[in-house]
């Protein structure tokens, strides 16, 4: 069978939109956010409270701010992908605010809704992880890092990315307690915890997915510069 070419650089802008509703519908169905965003959202729970501006998208670029700046002192180096890192983060916040906005109207009143909703933030969001790591232009810093990592190491990427999810269920939990109390799970719930056991298990499978039907090609010699 022929694969199709997929432009590398509309994997990237595919992943941006994919993983915003993705973050829009597992706040949707409160059963806790994914593990990579719920420091971020935990933060901005606790910050919107004084600064009712500091949105959930304002809160995930200033957090990844805080990734790449670790990403440069673990690497040892300054690269202009982590500079476009961040400029991918701040494109992605705006995203989020624009997709919960979105389906701000939608139901989430009955358990089987809720579901539903969970379900679509989850695998939104492992193929939007997966479309980032096809694309040369700089993903969001918690896909930065965990390339970043495992080029560093010589690791599996989705070992390494599954161990990244689980350090952040674990910052997760304690960034709710330290800010609401201890044995208060906010942004921290069963769903979370789900998400970071099957996530880098459908990571996986929708590379292979894409790998046998596309191609990925760039469409523009741009790569260069994000290097």
């Known amino acids: 069978m022929k694969k199709k070419v997929f432009y590398t650089e ?6 941006l939109i994919i993983m915003a509703f993705a ?3 597992t706040e949707k169905a409160d059963f ?3 593990m990579v965003v719920a420091p971020a959202y935990i933060i901005h729970l606790k910050v919107s409270e004084i600064l009712p501006w500091f949105t ?10 805080l990734l790449v700046l670790i990403t440069i002192l673990v690497m040892r180096r300054f690269k202009a992908s982590y500079l476009f890192s961040f400029v991918t983060a701040v494109l992605y916040g705006t995203l989020l605010d624009g997709a919960m906005y979105i389906i701000s109207g939608l139901p989430d009143d009955t358990f089987i809704i809720r579901v539903l909703w969970y379900v679509l933030g989850t695998v939104f969001c492992s193929l939007a992880v997966s479309l980032f790591f096809h694309t040369y232009i700089s993903p969001e810093a918690y896909e930065l890092i965990v390339k970043e990592l495992s080029a560093k190491l010589g690791c599996d990427i989705n070992k390494v990315k599954t161990a990244y999810d689980c350090f952040s269920t674990v910052l997760g939990i304690l ?3 330290a800010f609401f109390g201890f044995g208060v799970f906010e942004g921290v719930k069963l769903g979370t915890i789900l998400c970071a056991v099957i996530n880098g298990f459908l990571i996986s ?6 790998e046998h039907f596309f191609d990925f090609k760039n469409k523009f010699k741009i790569e260069k510069y994000f290097r």
């Open 10 to 15: 509309l994997a990237y802008a595919l992943a």
């Open 175 to 177: 960034l709710s307690f």
């Open 205 to 210: 499978r929708f590379t292979r997915v894409l």
């Open 23 to 25: 973050a829009a519908f």
């Open 32 to 34: 806790g956010m994914s």
């Open 56 to 65: 959930f998208g304002v809160a995930e670029y200033c957090f990844q701010g």
